[in-house]
């Protein structure tokens, strides 16, 4: 089946794409002001040099983004959707002593998916398992908010997250959810070895039977507030396992 182009937008988001070899930008569609910063900022390299380059003025972009109102920079691009990742055969190549995944559930903003993609780039996460049917693929809100961090982590679009649960486990992989309602702070495990950090949405949380997957449940302690935003709670875990890692704390 032959894919069909989307656009992008941002500047992150573009020059990203651009330098990713397995991502086929199409066409970009730029401001010539625009054109001549990225152009300085990444010399001595030419990173338009194998793609379309059709200017526009900032009306004719504003229109491009259609009713999304979101801010282009200036850059909009059209790309090609990335193959979906096998996490069978990838598992064969990460030979680490600590590898640590993202599951994702019920989870469909584009906008907290995208800051949740970042920060999983950010702080060397592994890959991100999600819902292939919940996972708003060709979004310009979901690039925008990934700021470029889309080109740099597997993420692995799957009809049902607990089929990979059942393939992780095998290869020796424990699941730790994420709840409110958990007893026991994330901050008191070492995290050293192979993990599943599963998140459910804010307003629903996890489904009962993909809670029941879990090896074990933790919290983020908070104080005067009731809940966080479930990107901020994927950022905080997520450096903190990063740096529990390096041993930095």
Aim: glycine content about 4%; aromatic content about 8%; some cysteine.
């Amino acid at each position: 089946m032959e894919k069909s182009t989307f656009l992008i937008i941002g500047k992150h988001a573009v020059v990203e794409a651009l330098k990713n070899s397995r991502r086929k930008v199409t066409k970009i569609y730029i401001n010539e002001h625009v054109h001549k910063e990225i152009n300085r900022s990444n010399q001595p390299k030419n990173i338009f040099q194998k793609t379309k380059v059709i200017f526009k003025s900032k009306k004719e972009l504003d229109n491009l983004c259609g009713r999304d109102q979101i801010n282009h920079q200036g850059i909009v691009g059209e790309v090609l959707e990335l193959d979906n990742n096998s996490l069978k055969s990838d598992l064969e190549f990460l030979n680490k002593e600590n590898i640590n995944f993202l599951a994702l559930e019920n989870i469909s903003d584009p906008r907290n998916l995208g800051s949740i993609i970042r920060s999983a780039a950010s702080f060397n996460i592994d890959g991100i398992i999600v819902n292939e049917r919940k996972f708003p693929n060709k979004s310009k809100l979901l690039y925008k908010a990934a700021s470029g961090a889309m080109e740099h982590i597997n993420i692995y679009r799957l009809s049902n997250i607990k089929v990979a649960f059942n393939l992780l486990k095998k290869k020796g992989f424990w699941i730790s959810a994420f709840s409110s309602h958990a007893e026991k702070s994330f901050t008191t495990n070492n995290w050293k070895g192979k993990n599943i950090l599963l998140f459910g949405s804010e307003g629903k949380g996890l489904k009962k039977n993909t809670k029941e997957k879990a090896d074990f449940y933790y919290k983020i302690n908070i104080k005067n507030i009731e809940s966080l935003n479930v990107s901020n709670s994927v950022s905080i875990v997520c450096h903190f396992i990063n740096e529990k890692i390096s041993q930095k704390i």
